[in-house]
C-alpha cells in the first residue's frame, strides 16, 4: 500500500458521547452492546473505530483511554483490515448476496453469520468488536435472531450497532444497548477539523464546512473528492427545477428519489435531503441579508435570490420542512410519500 491513510480515527465534535466512551473504559465495565445514532456521516462510524482502536491497541497504558493510532493494530483497525474487529453493514450484505435487492434491510442470513462468527475466539486481540452498520434496517426476523448474543456476547466481545435513528429499532434491540447519541457538528469545529487536515485555502474550507450541514464526513469526503460538490449543485439544481416545474415536477422528483431509496441507495437519498437544508439556509441568510464570505450557491444565484424574497420566515420553514423530512425517513414510512409532501410544501 503506498498511500497511507492516517490511522487516527478523525472524531470531530460531540464531545459528551466522547467523554462517555472514555469514562466507560476507564471504569473497566464497558456495555456489552452500545447503539450509536445519528446523522449520516456525522462520526459514528469514527467513534466506533476509535473505540475498537482503544479496546484493542497495544501501546495503551492502563488508566489511558486514547488509542496510540500509530501501532500494528491501530493501523489495520484504521484500514478495516483486523481480523477481530469486523464492520456488517448493507454494503457487505449486498456484496456478499447474489440477490440485487438484499441492500435495503439487513436480514436474518447476516445476523446468523454474526452469530456464529463472534462465538469463534478472538483470532490475535484477546477482544473482538461488531460494528453492525445499518442497524434501523434490521429486519423484524434479523433483529430477533440478535437478542440473545446483545444480551450475553461472549465476554470477551463489544457490540456496536449503528443507525441513523433508533425509532425503526424494536424496543428489544434498543434496551439491550448503552445509547450515544450524536448531534450535528458545529461549522467552527468543522472549520478546524479541515484547517488540519487539508491544505484547502481558508475560502474552500468555510464553503465546505458550511455546507457540510454539521457532517464532518461530508466535509472531508468533499475536500478530496470534488465529485461531491458536483453533486450537490445537481441535487439543487433538481430542486430548483422541480420548485419552478409546478405539482407535476415535484412529484416526478419525489418519484424518483422514492425509486433511489427503493433500489437501496438511502445514503444518497439522505445527502440529497442535506443539499435541499444547505440551499435553504443560503436562502435565509439571503432573506436577512447576512450573507457573508464566499457565495455557496453561485449556479444558483438568480433563484436563491428569487425565494429570497419570499422572506426569512418562509425560507426558515422550508429548511425546517426538510429536516423533519430526514426525520420520517428514518421512521422507514414510505419515502415517496414523504419527499412528496415535502416538495409539494415548498414555495
Ligand atoms: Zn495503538
Redesign the pocket.
Known amino acids: 500500500m503506498s498511500q497511507q491513510a492516517p490511522a487516527r480515527p478523525q472524531f470531530t465534535g460531540n464531545a459528551p458521547a466522547l467523554r462517555a466512551l472514555r469514562a466507560a473504559i476507564t471504569s473497566g465495565r464497558l456495555p456489552h452492546a452500545y447503539l450509536f445514532t445519528g446523522p449520516p456521516q456525522v462520526g459514528k462510524r469514527t467513534l466506533a473505530l476509535w473505540l475498537a482502536?482503544a479496546l484493542l491497541?497495544?501501546?495503551?497504558r492502563p488508566g489511558e483511554t486514547e488509542?496510540?493510532?500509530?501501532?500494528r493494530?491501530?493501523v489495520r483497525v484504521a484500514h478495516g483490515t483486523h481480523p477481530d474487529v469486523q464492520a456488517y453493514s448493507l454494503a457487505r450484505q449486498a456484496q456478499a448476496s447474489a440477490r440485487t435487492n438484499a441492500s435495503r434491510e439487513l436480514g436474518i442470513d447476516t445476523v446468523r453469520e454474526i452469530v456464529r462468527e463472534i462465538d469463534l475466539l478472538p483470532f490475535e486481540a484477546e477482544r473482538k468488536v461488531y460494528l453492525i452498520e445499518d442497524a434501523d434496517t434490521l429486519t423484524e426476523e434479523a433483529a430477533n435472531g440478535l437478542l440473545k448474543t446483545l444480551e450475553e456476547p461472549p465476554s470477551y466481545a463489544t457490540l456496536i450497532l449503528l443507525g441513523v435513528d433508533d425509532s425503526s429499532l424494536p424496543e428489544t434491540i434498543r434496551s439491550r444497548c448503552a445509547p450515544v447519541r450524536l448531534h450535528a457538528v458545529a461549522t467552527t469545529e468543522i472549520e478546524g477539523l479541515l484547517r488540519s487536515r487539508t491544505q484547502l485555502p481558508a475560502e474552500t474550507i468555510t464553503r465546505l464546512a458550511a455546507l457540510a450541514e454539521g457532517r464532518p464526513g461530508w466535509a472531508l469526503q468533499a475536500a478530496s473528492d470534488s465529485s461531491l460538490l458536483e453533486t450537490h449543485d445537481a441535487n439543487v439544481s433538481a430542486l430548483v427545477e422541480a420548485l419552478r416545474g409546478g405539482a407535476t415536477a415535484r412529484l416526478a422528483l419525489a418519484e424518483r428519489m422514492g425509486k433511489r431509496w427503493t433500489a437501496g441507495h438511502r445514503d444518497e437519498v439522505y445527502a440529497t435531503l442535506f443539499d435541499w437544508l444547505g440551499f435553504w439556509r443560503d436562502v435565509m441568510l439571503a432573506a436577512a441579508h447576512t450573507s457573508e464570505g464566499p457565495a455557496m450557491h453561485p449556479s444558483h444565484q438568480p433563484e436563491l435570490e428569487r425565494l429570497s424574497a419570499k422572506g426569512v420566515e418562509t425560507a426558515g420553514k422550508a429548511a425546517s420542512r426538510t429536516l423533519e423530512a430526514v426525520g420520517h425517513l428514518d421512521a422507514n414510512v414510505n419515502t415517496r410519500m414523504t419527499i412528496e409532501t415535502l416538495l409539494l410544501d415548498l414555495p
Open positions: 482502536q491497541c497495544e501501546r495503551r488509542p496510540c493510532g500509530e501501532c493494530v491501530c
